[in-house]
């Protein structure tokens, strides 16, 4: 974190050059979707262009190029739930991807409400 | 009685305790986006089929110009005063409190939209998810510019009387927007593209 009004002066031009940078990657993301890619690779793009947007807004905005390492420390302990909060949910309905879930009461799937025949 | 390190740093951290503690308010932030996050992945695998185009592409985008540009404009009203340019800094961070409100304001015709099309939250799991988010990310809006009108209103008089502790608060409320800019640089593809 720049403390040296001159050191903070150098820095505007680049704030300015990252807040276009942005922009440009806004435009593409839009740019790839007119493109209609196939859904998991349009999925896949439109993230890593996301997270490259969201690194250059916390590196250079939030200065996390040059912070100080509680900041990281917390940071990290951050990403390590927030993976689990991502992921351990999943692990619940792992087994059931793909498997069409009815809710209680409708015809089952591919039945057409027509009833079972034993 | 004076709070302890709001401008010097304190020596086992090497932080001011308001920089770690919006930090540590921001990871808490990324824990409730999170869950969010996760619930829409469980709700979009597990759904048959999900809903593609039903938002304005073209709104979306011009609400990510808006807030992208309101996180530049913010950034630079840290830096001005950090710089001794009261003027620009007022004049910045105006202009973030504005493009926040012209933000709001694309949301609210959004909305609008949406609702007289009979297209509320309860409509879809969709639009539940794209209200819920949404939703939370403009009250996160509203409370940031409720932090810029004091700080361009009332709290701006601690400039003359601490002014180091005036630009950390203005550093901490920009640490706070641009968190706001991130979480929609996401859910911009993820809601208005996938």
Known sequence: MQSDPAEVKKTVRKYFMIGAALLLFTAITVAANLIHLAVPLAITVALIIATIKGSMVAAVFMHLNHEKKWIYASLMLTIVFFIVLLFVPLL?????FGTHISAPGAPAHGESGQERKD | MNIPYTVETRPDTGLANGKLGIWLFLASEVMLFGALFSTYIILRTGAAEWPHGELSVLLGAINTVILISSSVTMVMAWASLKMNEWSKHRLYLILTFVLAGVFLV?????????????????????????????GLHGLHIVGGMVVMAYFIGPGAKMAKTSPEQFTNRIEYTGLYWHFVDLVWIFLFPVLYLL
């Not at chain 2, 694309?106 to 949404?134: D, M, Q, R, V």
């Open chain 1, 92 to 96: 619940t309905i792992s087994d059931t």
């Open chain 2, 106 to 134: 694309n949301k609210y015709f959004e909305y609008s939209e949406h609702l007289a099309l009979g297209e509320g939250p309860w409509a879809s799991t969709f639009l539940a998810i794209y209200f819920t988010l949404t």
